[in-house]
């Protein structure tokens, strides 16, 4: 079973949909919050803000299925059925590639890296929606410090290292 190969087209228009989807449910912001260290990384949540509309009720919009066609067809089995593509999944499909970028910090691998990829409807009139990405990424720093005892573990300050 393969998957669809995604054309620019469907891609702009996936991204047109949850611009559209934000502004007709005035939602300000979808935040999703990413984590990932040592050669994995995951999105831990994705959570819409609106002044006014209660966790649940936005947790419940972004679960609302998919219009057909925004997703090329998968293969499906006649004995599987599977639960529809909501939107939630495509605000993480597109925001797991977009933190995959080749221009994206690397916050998988090693130490990793956290932050938040925010989805931000403009309230100024003539400014476009954007997608704004805050990336920490962790790494041990060391300093080494040497000192020498006497015999008697005195400090020997006149052999310093």
Known sequence: ????????????AQYEF???????????????QFDGSGDSGDINDICAIHQGKTDDELYNLLKHPLPEGLIPEREQSVFISQPPVTVYDLIHELSNALLG?????????????????????????????????????????????????????????????
């Open 1 to 12: 079973m393969d998957e669809p190969t995604l054309t620019p087209l469907h891609v702009h």
């Open 18 to 32: 949850i611009w559209q989807f934000m502004r007709v449910n005035q939602i300000d912001d979808i935040v999703v």
């Open 101 to 161: 970028a080749s221009e994206a910090p690397d916050w998988v691998n090693n130490d990793g890296g956290y932050g938040e990829l925010t989805w931000i409807m403009s309230d100024i009139e003539d400014e476009p929606p954007r997608i704004e990405v805050e990336y920490n990424i962790r790494y041990v720093h060391t300093e080494l410090t040497e000192l020498k005892y006497t015999k008697f573990g005195e400090l020997d300050e006149g052999d310093a290292l």
